[in-house]
């Protein structure tokens, strides 16, 4: 059922002051794939945009950086529970008011039969009778994907409604609901097409009913700018936007949202129709956020050069300069020219009553940060930072950050002191509940310090952030344990050490883990002793085979014993050395078993699965080449190596007694040939599965109840079989 906004608050169409939907916002976000920006940028909405300006925080992905309006129900509700007194409760006040059909409502007029039909409660629900019936055309549909009767004509709805409303408002006395009528009477006419008439409306009675209610005054006040609006008034409209700006902050978004492009000739119009010098300054500020920052800020730099929307102008100006050099899905422009920037930032410098003189100074130096003008940046940095009046936290964390950024850029003078805030960085925290991400700088960080490490190969690279390769690779693993283990001192070590993705206890575990792989079940165990994952338990049975694998299946049906880490590599170990003493079918099937089910197709994959690496930032390189995203990934190639298991299947295969053991190996050795098969980059296309030696070898054998099992189970080996 859709709720009712028409008592007080119905939302206006899309060029009205009060039509803004918060579904716009959350659709924006949900449809935006990938990164948003304020994970990217370094520098922060909340640390520039001062708390009334919110909304106004700069982001390309979407309309509003903070959506932030009056709680118009909650406020509603007060005003009708006033009204009323104690003739109802206000959770059946809401009701009435937000869940009520009109037919429901309708049905409440009964009560005119009774004594008291004249009271408060009767003349609402008489109001309310006739604000449902209005309901459907000023709560009309936006956006192209509204499905909703496409023969609904709001503007003879609207027609229909007007006279009624016209003779409701100058039949009453009662000022509380004469207010209440003058708004739907300025919005009927809206919506049915006569805005003039509208306009005469709010301008005869608005006035004398303020007193009444403000908020429903300057509601009425924005009926009044849409109907300018709807006229191509634009100056007179957007004065009354900017004045109802001036006025409240949770007029700062809708205000914005209605507001139309000028010519220089109504720009002028619109100044001379604000009441006030603030005012002007919105009409100034709407300008420069939409269209001319540069002009706008000197206007505002002449009328008051303290006004806060300086620093609103100053941070939408660098955020989207550092979109346009960095990049984010668009390809980036180093080259982009910083000058006019650069210009305008300084006469807020040079202005001997400015108040956004710290925030002009750290715009120049990003910029400059941003075009490699490192020396230059620096000195613009400790001026904003001498200028900083220290009243938003944020925005003095965003100068350290900047200052990071400028550290990073000298990594061969690195000290202690730049060791201690690299880990400042690193330990900040922010999401988008709080509106600050810290994302940014932390990837940046990471990305300078890989950067660095692999200009010159330096083994440290593989500590910040290794290649899937580079953990496929024993040596390396190697070479990363002997930097953990190692008790360097110097600053950048240090700090290495101190952010490296994997602790020192993970590459024993990473090493254990490639050992197993490889067959070296000895060294295996030692380093996973070292790890302290050797007691983690292993679902399943490892040491078995089913001939359609199922890890989920095999998971649910083991009921035990379970094998810790440790006890599945010594039962891989005693297996080994029970196979050399006395070779049998049963060691070697087991061991093929084992290392099988190491593999992706087994019950036993997640043998090599550690959590998330520290530090680690989903993020390609500039050859877009992602790096391992998770520990068990730096399994990537073994996960589809099935040689070791190949080997000790052929085993079995020689030491088989049976045809029924025949049987088994010859389809364990299949599965094998079929991962081989999957596995290959140029395999034929349109084909799933081609019929290997040892699938034709088990067709010998239909006389065992294996291969009846195969038959039943195995689809491919069914097909085949009807094919010969």
């Given at each position: 059922m859709k709720k009712t906004f028409s008592i007080v608050f119905t939302k206006l169409n899309r060029r009205a002051l009060f039509i803004f939907s918060i579904a716009s916002f959350l659709i924006s976000i949900a449809c935006a794939d990938g990164l948003d920006w304020s994970d990217v940028s370094h520098v922060s909405n909340k640390a520039f945009i001062p708390t009334y300006y919110s909304p106004l925080g700069y982001n390309p992905q979407i309309s509003y950086d903070d959506y932030k309006e009056y709680d118009y129900r909650s406020a509603n509700l007060e005003d009708w529970s006033a009204y009323l007194g104690d003739k109802i409760t206000k959770e059946k006040l809401d009701e009435l008011l937000y869940t009520f059909t009109q037919e429901q409502i309708d049905s409440l007029r009964e009560v005119r039969e009774k004594p008291d039909k004249k009271?408060?409660?009767?003349?609402?629900?008489?109001?309310?009778?006739?604000?449902?019936?209005?309901?459907?055309?000023?709560?009309?549909?936006?956006?192209?994907?509204?499905?909703?009767?496409?023969?609904?004509?709001?503007?003879?709805?609207?027609?229909?409604?007007?006279?009624?409303?016209?003779?409701?408002?100058?039949?009453?006395?009662?000022?509380?609901?004469?207010?209440?009528?003058?708004?739907?009477?300025?919005?009927?006419?809206?919506?049915?097409?006569?805005?003039a008439e509208g306009i005469a409306f709010s301008k005869k009675y608005n006035s004398d009913l303020r007193k009444i209610n403000e908020l429903m005054y300057w509601r009425i006040r924005g009926y009044e700018a849409a109907c300018y609006h709807k006229l191509k008034n634009y100056p007179q409209s957007n004065a009354i936007y900017a004045e109802m700006m001036a006025q409240n902050e949770n007029y700062v978004q809708l205000s914005d949202y209605s507001f139309h492009f000028m010519e220089d000739a109504d720009i002028l119009k619109c100044l001379e129709l604000c009441p006030s010098d603030e005012a002007r300054i919105q009409v100034w500020m709407m300008i420069g956020k939409n269209y001319d920052p540069y002009r706008a800020i000197e206007e505002i730099l002449r009328i008051n050069p303290k006004h806060a929307s300086i620093e609103v102008l100053v941070g939408r100006m660098i955020s989207a300069k550092?979109?346009?050099?960095?990049?984010?899905?668009?390809?980036?422009?180093?080259?982009?020219d910083i000058d006019k920037d650069i210009t305008v930032f300084k006469k807020i410098i040079n202005h001997p009553e400015a108040k956004a003189k710290s925030q002009a100074y750290a715009a120049i130096s990003y910029l400059l940060y941003l075009k490699g003008s490192y020396n230059t940046s620096w000195e613009f940095l400790k001026n904003a930072k001498s200028a900083n009046l220290n009243e938003n936290e944020l925005y003095t964390t965003n100068l350290r950050i900047f200052e990071v950024l400028l550290e990073l850029e000298d990594l061969d003078h690195f000290s202690d002191d730049n060791r201690k805030e690299m880990m400042w960085v690193m330990q900040l925290q922010g999401n988008w509940e709080t509106g600050v991400s810290y994302y940014g700088i932390q990837e940046t960080l990471i990305s300078k310090l890989n950067e660095y490490f692999r200009a010159s190969k330096d083994i440290r690279r593989l500590a910040i952030r290794p290649t899937t390769r580079e953990l496929q690779k024993m040596e390396d693993l190697h070479a990363l344990r002997v930097f953990l283990e190692s008790n360097q001192t110097e600053p950048l070590s240090a700090l290495v050490k101190e952010i490296a993705c994997y602790s020192l206890q993970d590459v024993y575990h990473l090493i254990?883990?490639?050992?197993?792989?490889?067959?070296?079940?000895?060294?295996?165990?030692?380093?996973?002793?070292?790890?302290?994952?050797?007691?983690?338990?292993?679902?399943?049975?490892?040491?078995?085979?089913?001939?359609?694998?199922?890890?989920?299946?095999?998971?649910?049906?083991?009921?035990?014993?379970?094998?810790?880490?440790?006890?599945?590599?010594?039962?891989?170990?005693?297996?080994?050395?029970?196979?050399?003493?006395?070779?049998?079918?049963?060691?070697?099937?087991?061991?093929?078993?084992?290392?099988?089910?190491?593999?992706?197709h087994g019950n036993a994959r997640l043998y090599s699965e550690m959590s998330a690496p520290k530090y680690y930032f989903y993020w390609p390189n500039e050859k877009h080449e992602w790096y391992v995203d998770s520990y068990y990934m730096n399994v990537n190639e073994a996960w589809n190596n099935v040689e070791e298991a190949h080997m000790y299947y052929e085993k079995a295969l020689i030491y088989a007694q049976s045809d029924e053991q025949k049987a088994e190996a010859h389809y364990l050795l299949s599965k094998c040939e079929y991962v081989d098969f999957i596995s290959k980059e140029n395999r034929p296309e349109n084909t799933d599965f081609i019929a290997g030696k040892h699938f034709q070898s088990l067709a010998n054998y239909s006389q065992t109840k294996y291969y009846q099992k195969v038959l039943n189970e195995c689809g491919y080996f069914r097909t085949y079989i009807n094919k010969k």
């Open positions: 009271g408060p409660f009767c003349k609402f629900i008489d109001y309310l009778s006739l604000a449902k019936r209005s309901e459907r055309f000023a709560d009309g549909y936006l956006y192209g994907w509204y499905y909703e009767d496409q023969t609904f004509s709001k503007d003879s709805a609207a027609r229909a409604m007007k006279d009624v409303w016209v003779a409701e408002f100058n039949a009453t006395s009662d000022e509380f609901l004469k207010q209440r009528m003058l708004f739907q009477v300025v919005r009927n006419h809206y919506f049915s097409g006569d805005p550092e979109l346009e050099i960095r990049g984010l899905y668009e390809e980036n422009n180093p080259q982009a254990a883990v490639r050992y197993t792989f490889n067959n070296d079940i000895e060294n295996a165990i030692s380093f996973l002793k070292k790890s302290g994952a050797d007691t983690l338990t292993i679902s399943g049975n490892p040491f078995s085979s089913r001939v359609r694998d199922c890890h989920e299946c095999d998971h649910a049906e083991y009921k035990g014993p379970f094998f810790t880490k440790l006890a599945f590599l010594e039962g891989m170990k005693q297996r080994k050395n029970e196979l050399l003493k006395a070779p049998t079918f049963t060691h070697a099937l087991e061991l093929g078993n084992a290392f099988y089910n190491l593999s992706y």
